[in-house]
Nanobody, 115 residues
Framework: QVQVVESGGGLVQPGGSLSLSCAVS????????MGWYRQAPGKQRELVAG???????NYVDSVKGRFAISRDNPKNTVTLQMNSLKPEDTAVYYC?????????WGKGTLVTVSS
């Protein structure tokens, strides 16, 4: 059983910063890809940022230069640092990890960017 738990969401003003964390626990020796997705009201879920087991990162164009994903392998955590936040970044953010070829999702954390 693998558990994925996000934390760090909340309300932030435009231009502000927020850091999301995701902790993975359970019977795991290693985690392959880790990533953050988001889903805004009325929109499809999209990949925001991903990071491979080797540390290779990728980002959706709309967050490049503003967001940074990182992982701590010994601690089985992945972090999304979000800077220069915009109202259009408002969404529920989900953490997804790939363990032994299977996807595991967290329940999501709400990020609201508003003045």
């Amino acid at each position: 059983q693998v558990q994925v738990v996000e934390s760090g969401g909340g309300l932030v003003q435009p231009g502000g910063s927020l850091s999301l964390s995701c902790a993975v626990s359970g019977r795991i020796f290693s985690i392959n890809a880790m990533g953050w997705y988001r889903q805004a009201p009325g929109k499809q879920r999209e990949l925001v940022a991903g990071i491979s087991s080797g540390g290779i990162t990728n980002y959706v164009d709309s967050v490049k230069g503003r967001f940074a994903i990182s992982r701590d392998n010994p601690k089985n955590t992945v972090t999304l640092q979000m800077n220069s936040l915009k109202p259009e970044d408002t969404a529920v953010y989900y953490c997804k990890v790939v363990v032994y070829g299977e996807d595991y999702w967290g329940k999501g954390t709400l990020v609201t960017v508003s003045s």
